[in-house]
């Protein structure tokens, strides 16, 4: 089998924005409690955070991550993380039915983030609060000095603000399983006041309203529509979310769900347009896709605690999908579909960062490993920044249950003007042919590749363990040129992989 691309110069998308290699860490499990913080690991730092973890954290380049919740925060009191730890107090998390016992809060996280390199991307509860906590919580986090709240901060060892930009107005609040869950017009009106009050303070905030937890919910897109048409001139961006699915165990349906994400991305970009136009307003507002991942592997064992049959345990281990091979396909088609978009997704979320659906896994008092879709969003973080090229993909194609024609070959490209190179992410959905591709580059001038990566294994279902932590791991990759403008690889039956050239 054959396929075709054609990369020009001149024909692009839009300037990738860093932070759609962003990511995602709720106190959920054991994201937080033997995730990144465990004091008595032996790899602990002077505040309890694992330096193994932070490892890996900070080799992913990850630019911001959004915290403390999902879920958790409809109904988190945020002062209950501040103070002195043995004044702070335990308290029920009705969203994950377990305790919390708010070891970690503001202060611990922000001081982690300094030390893997990331952003803070905070959310506020609009479950079971409103205005009055947002503007507390902005004034402790972000004010100098001077005030009730940032003077509490002070005393409590942070003098500096952390000027925090990024701010989610609630989370996923079109769910009725969300604490304080509201209709589109309860929740627009709510995260406009909101968003209203926290301007008074900085009107340089960058604020994110809550759109559709994912395309299958029967408010969607209404929600988007009435949402905005609340908060239009308020907010920044819209935010979506959604988790990929494979029960059937049919790799072809599951591998076409990146095109449901992007007609997903495509209807709520052209809600964006509608209500613009409405408005009659001057201003953008992008997506903010600040969850999404492959989620359903451990649905049936997190049963027993989800409904509440285990008491209120704390730190359980709960939402630990164990990746496999496929899954690295459908990250890659995802992370894909973010470049090829990213004239509107500005800021994505991989949910989440460690333990809880994550690329990091951890065991409390032993290792830490990469996940097998750890790789495909190490190669997009550290290589797919620059612009994303507007490719024309020519690739034999099959029917799945999302697109009639979904392409075998999935492909972003982009350009690095700065460093002057060329990255292309390439997936082969194809269960038993190589793919021959040619990929045309026009207007660069000539190339070498400095770096191939394919990532392929016999068996789809093969997983990372503590114990066999390189089972799926990335290899170098040989056999691709570049001869005359033409850059050929040949792609082996459900592979990953990324190319760089040197312009
Ligand atoms: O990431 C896990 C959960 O998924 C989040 O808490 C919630 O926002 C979503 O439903």
């Known amino acids: 089998m054959k396929a075709s691309v054609i990369a020009h110069k001149d024909f692009v998308v839009s300037k990738v924005d860093d932070r759609v290699y962003g990511a995602f860490l709720e106190h959920l499990g054991r994201a937080v409690y033997t995730g990144i913080y465990e004091p008595d690991h032996p790899t602990a730092d002077a505040n309890g955070m694992r330096g193994d973890v932070a ?113 989610c107005l609630g989370n996923e609040m079109d769910g009725p399983w969300q604490v304080g869950h509201k209709d589109a017009d309860e929740y627009g009106k709510l995260a406009a006041n909101t968003a209203r009050a926290m301007r ?23 929600w988007e529509r009435i949402v905005l048409e609340h908060t239009y001139e308020h907010v920044d961006f819209i935010s979506l979310h959604m988790y990929f699915r494979n029960p059937e165990q049919h790799t072809g349906n599951y591998l076409g769900l990146s095109e449901k994400l992007d007609r997903y991305i495509e209807t709520v970009a052209s809600t964006i347009r509608q209500v613009k136009h409405k408005k009659r307003s001057k201003r953008d507002v ?22 509440g049959n285990s008491g209120w345990p704390h730190a359980p281990g709960l939402l630990e999908d164990i990746y496999n091979f496929e899954d690295v396909l459908m990250v890659g088609l995802i992370l894909n579909t973010f470049i090829r978009r ?34 495909p969003y190490y190669f997009a973080s550290l290589h797919g920044r620059g612009t994303a090229l507007n490719l024309v993909v020519n690739s034999p194609s099959y029917e799945s249950a999302h697109d009639s024609e979904t392409p075998y070959v999935d492909v972003a490209g982009v350009h690095d003007a700065e460093a002057n190179t060329l990255s292309f992410f390439l997936v082969n959905r194809h269960p038993t042919e190589s793919i021959e591709t040619g990929l045309s580059l026009q207007g660069f001038g000539t190339g ?8 392929t294994h016999p068996d789809l279902r093969a997983v990372n363990t503590a114990t066999n932590q390189d089972e799926v791991k990335p290899r170098r990759g040989d056999g691709a040129s570049i001869a005359d403008g033409q850059l050929t690889v040949s792609l082996p039956p459900y592979s990953y992989q990324m190319i760089r050239v040197q312009l």
């Not at 900085?202 to 897109?221: W, Y």
């Not at 992008?286 to 409904?307: A, G, M, P, T």
């Not at 070498?448 to 990532?455: E, L, S, W």
Request: hydrophobic letters at 40%.
């Open 55 to 167: 490892k890996l954290v900070k080799d992913l380049n990850i630019p911001v991550v959004r915290y403390p919740g999902g879920n958790f925060v409809s109904a988190y009191n945020w002062e209950d993380g501040i103070g002195p730890r043995e004044e702070r107090p335990v308290r029920l998390d009705l969203a994950w039915h377990t305790s919390e016992s708010n070891a970690v809060g503001i202060h611990e996280f922000a001081d982690w983030c300094q030390t893997v390199g990331t952003e803070m991307m905070l959310a506020v509860n609009l479950g079971s609060r409103g205005v009055d906590d947002a503007r507390n919580f902005l004034e402790y986090v972000n004010h100098p000095g001077g005030s009730y709240w940032s003077d509490l901060r002070i005393k409590n060892g942070r003098k500096e603000p952390w000027n925090v930009r990024m701010w």
């Open 200 to 222: 008074m303070f900085d009107s340089k905030l960058e604020l994110i309203v809550c759109g559709s937890s994912h395309s299958d919910m029967p408010s969607f897109p209404d």
């Open 286 to 307: 992008y997506i903010s896709f600040d969850e999404w991942n492959v989620w359903y592997h451990s649905s049936q064992k997190d049963r027993q605690i989800l409904d």
């Open 342 to 375: 990213a004239d509107v997704v500005k800021i994505a979320c991989i949910a989440q960062l460690v333990n809880v659906i994550a690329p990091i896994m951890t065991e409390k008092g032993g290792p830490a490993w990469a996940q097998t879709i750890y790789y």
């Open 448 to 455: 070498t590749i400095i770096d191939h990566q394919v990532m």
